[in-house]
Nanobody
Framework: QLQLVESGGGLVQPGGSLRLSCAAS????????IGWFRQAPGKEREGVSC???????NYADSVKGRFTISRDNAKNTVYLEMNSLKPEDTAVYYC????????????????????WGQGTQVTVSS
């Protein structure tokens, strides 16, 4: 069973940066694509970025050029580097994984994900 734990959220001023981490345990991260989602109050959960086992990436238009997803399989961790943050980036951020060997096809439809982390709050405010 794969377990995912997010960390790195917090309060940051507009224009600032944060790096989120998604630490995997239970099974090797090598087998999984990992996606980041976010959910703001009163809004539906939306996809942010996805990284394939090969390292290929997808980004939502709203974060392209500002966010970077990466993975370190040796550390069983996926990162989301967030720069030039805006108030509209405020949300709970979740990492998720599909079944093993399944890529980012179908992401960000929520039923793409089979495993979810508990989420980490990101607040962008002055």
């Amino acid at each position: 069973q794969l377990q995912l734990v997010e960390s790195g959220g917090g309060l940051v001023q507009p224009g600032g940066s944060l790096r989120l981490s998604c630490a995997a345990s239970g099974l090797a991260l090598d087998y999984y694509a990992i996606g980041w989602f976010r959910q703001a109050p009163g809004k539906e959960r939306e996809g942010v970025s996805c990284i394939r086992r090969s390292g290929g990436t997808n980004y939502a238009d709203s974060v392209k050029g500002r966010f970077t997803i990466s993975r370190d399989n040796a550390k069983n961790t996926v990162y989301l580097e967030m720069n030039s943050l805006k108030p509209e980036d405020t949300a709970v951020y979740y990492c998720a994984a599909p079944e093993p060997y399944y890529g980012c096809s179908g992401y960000p439809i929520p039923n793409w994900a089979h495993y979810w982390g508990q989420g980490t709050q990101v607040t962008v405010s002055s």
